[in-house]
């Protein structure tokens, strides 16, 4: 629900879209295709009920030149249970049509979502920076349900207003063609007014839509922000913009049902008209042998039936255009192009076995990056594609309309060492393991795990060798055993001792349900903290043969923090890794920090060295452990005392002091 909730903007979401379009249909009809006896049986239906329709007024024509007249009462009663077999008959196949069109619309609905969820999963990362949450909700539900409305009352049930329209008006030029002329006088003026209809309610339509995802938009925001809402204490100012927006989707409504309001009556003058006229040429005609007054009974009937389905028609084609925009936005995600390597490997668990085995170095080779620039993680590596990635020097710092992130990053890690990236609020920390885990990919350099450029390596072995412990966690609604194992196989016993490796055991003893405790969605219901040892636990579970600790302990007491310390010690020997921290107390083990800046190494080093080169990183260090900052400020400013971030609530001991400072502390 991340969508703008004030823009006026058009979006995808407010095509209009044509009524018709073979491309779409075509696709649509492959996933009617599994389902063609429900197609069939639910036409047979439409067929029988069209076809009562035209028994019904011949029959009474019947009764009334035939049985009338010569006082057969034998004849009446026949007619009569022949009438009353009529509606069974009618019922049976309006059942039959509901029950099948709704069979048909329901399947179609559950294999459409299931490709749609499918296919999200496998898009790449960057696909969701650009597309908003509520948009994507959007495609799997209500778009789909659009769908539905096709299936169960647009196309068949249309056929059957085809059909119906095509049969009464035959059946009535053959009884009497001048009376059917009669009727059919004001078709002109019926079409004028539908089309006119047609086009107010499609617009009226599109603006329900767009007023209705608005709407959502913004309710789904507030209820996400509710503790900023009420903390700044918004809520008179956020009932009057709610208010705004309700009152637009309200007139919105207003006019759709206007112009329904409006059509109806239309429709039934005219079908009035038809009827007057239709009389006044029974009328002109009586005397004549060739016109009965059971005809004309049966005229009055069929005129009625006759213009049912003119009327209805008029909202198929309403349900056929949301249908068609809803198609299109559908495919469009269905086409759109899925991450690299995401498929299954199928000698996977022996490659990751072997890599976990091996140990993994990683090797950052000249790395380039701008999220600006990003194409999505893809598997070509054509000339073309190579030739417009190195197009992009370095002497492009200057992107237009774009910046780079990362500049020229080289490092290597091997197993059993530690490198660790330090630098301050958006210096590209988490983008270097965004890369790595090729969430995205460079523009220009090369990452290589053992050797290989990780374009060669399957991301789901590359990521099964990954245990990563992120700056904001993510806990599935469900209970704590399913969170950490991930439906990994991994048992109980080895589940409890990962657990029990990072501390995370007293944390699960202290929840009410212990391993089978239910976590609310997002891992509400346990502390930032707490959600923090679980993430570790999960990660320690998977065995990774690459750590990735992104801030893992920033969101602890100190007590907690130092036991993690012991538990990351113990459990990097033999392993890489690449810690990102904000705390530079807890790398000064590291084998290698580098200082990011802007997206630059500036420094790298022990943190013996780094001290002894009195730059960047000894000027950090010492403002968080609190010494006064000693130095000439060299190529970097040093840092006023009055723009110092402030101390966060957890940080109690001095040795797990300040965080790093922002962008616009370090100039
Ligand atoms: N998905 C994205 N799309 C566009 N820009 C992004 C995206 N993610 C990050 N950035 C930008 O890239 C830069 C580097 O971000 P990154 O998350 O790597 O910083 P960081 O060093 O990890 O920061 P922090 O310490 O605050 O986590 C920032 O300027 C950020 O605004």
Not at 124 to 148: C, H, I, K, Q, W
Not at 217 to 231: N, W
């Amino acid at each position: 629900m991340a969508a703008s909730t004030n823009t006026t903007a058009p979006t995808e979401d407010d095509a209009l879209g044509k009524a018709y379009d073979a491309r779409l249909v075509r696709r649509l009809l492959a996933y009617v295709r599994p389902y063609r006896p429900l197609v069939v049986a639910a036409l047979a239906c439409i067929i029988v009920q069209s076809g009562m329709q035209l028994v019904g007024p011949l029959l009474t024509r019947w009764v009334i030149d035939r049985a009338l007249p010569a006082r057969d009462v034998g004849l009446v009663v026949q007619v009569a249970f022949m009438y009353a077999a009529l509606l069974v008959a009618q019922f049976g196949a309006a059942f039959g049509e509901t029950m099948f069109t709704s069979l048909l619309g329901q399947r179609v609905m559950r294999d459409l979502r299931r490709e749609l969820f499918e296919r999200l999963q496998r898009l790449p990362v960057s696909y969701f920076d650009r597309n908003p949450v509520g948009r994507l909700v959007t495609r799997v539900t209500s778009d789909v349900e659009a769908l539905n409305e096709l299936f169960t009352s647009g196309v068949v049930a249309g056929v059957g207003d085809l059909f119906t329209l095509l049969a009464i008006g035959v059946v009535m030029l053959y009884v009497d063609w001048q009376l059917a002329m009669a009727a059919f006088v004001v078709i002109p003026l019926v079409l004028i007014a539908s089309r006119v209809f047609q086009n107010s309610v499609r617009t009226a339509y599109r603006d329900i839509r767009t007023r209705l995802a608005r709407l959502n938009a913004f309710i789904g925001e507030r209820i996400g922000g509710m503790r900023i809402v009420q903390l700044f204490g918004r809520e008179a100012h956020e009932v009057r913009r709610f208010d705004a927006l309700n009152q637009s989707h309200l007139d919105a409504h207003l006019k759709s049902i206007t112009v329904y309001a409006l059509y109806f009556p239309v429709i039934e003058f005219l079908t009035t008209f038809a009827l007057a006229s239709l009389l006044v040429t029974a009328g002109f005609r009586v005397g004549s042998s060739a016109i009965t007054v059971g005809t004309v009974a049966a005229f009055l009937q069929l005129v009625r039936r006759f213009f049912q389905p003119l009327q209805d028609l008029s909202e198929k084609y309403n349900i056929l255009q949301a249908a068609m925009a809803a198609s299109e936005r559908i495919f469009g995600l269905l086409d759109t192009p899925v991450a690299a390597g995401v498929a299954a490997t199928p000698d996977r668990d022996a490659r990751v076995g072997a890599l976990r085995s091996a140990g993994v170095t990683v090797v950052f080779e000249d790395v380039w990056f701008a999220y600006d620039r990003e194409q999505g993680v893809s598997d070509d590596h054509s000339p073309t594609s190579q030739r417009a990635a190195d197009a992009l020097r370095p002497a492009d710092a200057d992107l237009p309309g774009g910046r780079w992130v990362l500049k020229g990053v080289s490092f290597r890690v091997a197993p059993g060492q530690e490198i660790a990236l330090v630098g301050h609020t958006g210096a590209g920390k988490t983008t270097i393991v965004n890369l790595l885990l090729r969430f995205y990919e460079p523009q220009r350099g090369r990452i290589l795990v053992n050797g290989v450029d990780i374009r060669e390596l399957p991301v789901d072995v590359l990521r099964s060798v990954i245990g990563y412990v992120q700056q904001d966690i993510f806990l599935f609604a469900g209970d704590v055993a399913g969170n950490l194992r991930l439906d990994a196989d991994i048992d109980d016993e080895a589940l409890a001792a990962s657990a029990a490796q990072v501390g995370a055991d007293r944390v699960i003893a202290r929840l009410p349900g212990g391993w089978h405790h239910e976590l609310a969605e997002r891992g509400g219901g346990v502390s930032v903290g707490e959600r923090q040892l679980l993430a570790f636990a999960r990660a320690v579970a998977a065995d990774p043969a690459l750590l990735i600790l992104d801030e893992a302990t920033s969101a602890v007491d100190s007590q907690i923090e130092a036991e993690i310390q012991r538990a990351v010690s113990e459990l990097m020997r033999g392993r890489t890794t690449i810690a990102i921290a904000h705390r530079l107390s807890t790398i000064v083990e590291a084998d290698e920090i580098l200082v990011l800046h802007h997206g630059e190494v500036v420094e790298r080093g022990t943190h013996r060295e780094l001290m002894t080169r009195q730059g960047l990183y000894d000027r950090l260090f010492r403002l968080q452990v609190g010494e006064p900052d000693v130095h000439e400020s060299g190529d970097l400013p040093a840092l006023p005392a009055e723009e110092l971030p402030p101390v966060g609530p957890t940080d109690l001991s001095a040795s797990s002091a300040t965080r790093l400072p922002t962008d616009a502390t370090l100039g």
